[in-house]
């Protein structure tokens, strides 16, 4: 029929108003968006339909009306002044460690071109390399690792700026960022990675001088260790270069130039940041179970709610008990179908202990019992039992009658 060319699209026509719309329609458009340019486009057909410009009984399509508005440039949302626009202008700290910054880049490493991710940690008023950390993915437990080094070697920081990463939006990173480290957490804007300019830029100087050159390279180890090892005898590179964001000054000249540094007590106290407090019910057989795995409680908690305290790196857990920190071990269920087993009673509170030293045996009404229906008929000696009588009061004459010679 028409050969191949029947078969290619037509060109069309495009049109700066609409095809379907009548031109007194366009032209009141035009007119009314002019005088009000907040007026919605409903409100804008109930005033044409008022006025007569579009007959009462003819449907007209909101969308056809709004993409008309768009062609002509006119205003299509309601205020012009929402938090969509934003403010942009540029900022940075004055102090180093006043802000700190991380982000995630993408690359591949090794011959086999396997894919990892690099999360940079950056100064924001110095632009000075804190720590590389390189893994597989995107991870909660990969940012906090990499944070803790950082806390470990450079201190604490007044403010987190970071994206809408999967590591950067859990709800462990906000408690150990606020809860642990009093900083404030704060997450750019989605999809405006210009506010997030510093961070951005860096990782496309890092992509230009490093990254790229790990992409298909068969003598790069693929390891995540290696790797980090790597990037991080970069940033040593890096932070001695010449900034022009400031003033042709290295980064570590203005980190070295910079305010007193905060750091945690100790090792322990800085080991103890990073734990999460979370509530959980023991079980009647004092099970616990947290992070998909069953974990063992001390005897007495069977039924209650307990404070569990867990560590985001290692994952060991603690729960109270009398007001000590008891450290809990996972389940073994196979270990302790053969360990031996306490004598305790249910409901008890641990193992029966015995009677006391001072306690002596008792004499319960079924030994009583017993000594009535059952008594021998002789005693040690060989001699009669009175049997009317208690075996007690029974002992004493004969003892008597045996002292008179």
Known sequence: MGGLAALEPESRRRTETSLVLSEKLVAFLRAEKTRDPRASVPELLRRARLRGIVPDDLPVDRTTVWRACRRMGLVTRARTDTKREGDTRRWRYAHRMRCLLCDGKHFRAGGERLRRVAL?????????????????????????????????????????YLDRGPGFISSDTLTVVQSGLGAWLIHGKARYPAGRGAIERFNRTAQDQVLRALDGAAEVD?????????????????NDTPH???GKDTPRQRWDAGRPLRFPDDETDLYFRFVVRTTRK??????????????EAPWGLGGRQVEVLRHVLDRRLWVFEDGRRVELAELDP???????RGSGTPGSEGPDPGPRPDEGVPTTAASLAFNRDLLPLVDGDGGFIDVEGPPEEQQEPREEHEEEP
């Open 120 to 160: 940079f940690f950056l100064d924001d008023a110095t632009r000075y390399g804190l720590d590389v950390l390189v893994g597989t993915s995107e991870s909660t437990e990969l940012f906090l690792r990499g944070l803790y080094d950082v806390v470990h070697k450079h201190g604490l920081a007044d403010l987190l």
């Open 244 to 246: 022009e964001t400031l």
């Open 334 to 340: 196979h270990a302790n179908a053969t360990e031996r």
């Open 222 to 238: 693929p390891d995540c260790g290696a790797l980090t090892l790597r990037l991080r005898h970069y940033l040593v590179g890096y």
């Open 282 to 295: 023991v079980s009647a057989d004092h099970v616990i179970k947290e992070g998909g795995q069953l974990w």
